[in-house]
Nanobody, 129 residues
Framework: QVQPVESGGGLVQAGDSLRLSCAASGRTFSTLALGWFRQAPGKEREFVSG????????GYADSVKGRFTISRDNAKNTVYLQMNSLRPEDTAVYYC??????????????????????WGQGTQVTVSS
């Protein structure tokens, strides 16, 4: 079993930056593909970014492309989401999710929430205008 734990959320102003972290314990981290999702009040959970087990594959939602960067540090069992130029519409609870990924899928990242096996409790990001 893998238990992701997010941190790094907070209240910031538009244009500011935040870095979210997600530590995942319980399984060899290097076998995991990871994803960040977010859910705003009254809206469905949506894909933000994903990274493959190798780190060689990654992708972003159009709404964050060019502003957010995902990365992973296998030595620290942690995935990061660097968020720059934050906007009020980025306000949401951000969730980290993990999926065991086979070697032949090592460059694949996943965008569908149903693909993932384990989820963190989420961290609140609030961007004021």
């Amino acid at each position: 079993q893998v238990q992701p734990v997010e941190s790094g959320g907070g209240l910031v102003q538009a244009g500011d930056s935040l870095r979210l972290s997600c530590a995942a314990s319980g399984r060899t981290f290097s076998t995991l593909a990871l994803g960040w999702f977010r859910q705003a009040p009254g809206k469905e959970r949506e894909f933000v970014s994903g990274i493959s087990r190798s780190g060689g594959g990654s992708g972003y939602a159009d709404s964050v492309k060019g502003r957010f960067t995902i990365s992973r540090d296998n030595a620290k069992n942690t995935v990061y989401l660097q968020m720059n130029s934050l906007r009020p519409e980025d306000t949401a609870v951000y969730y980290c999710a993990t999926k065991v990924s086979a070697v032949y899928e090592r460059h694949t990242y996943y965008t569908q929430p149903t693909t993932y096996d384990y989820w963190g409790q989420g961290t609140q990001v609030t961007v004021s205008s």
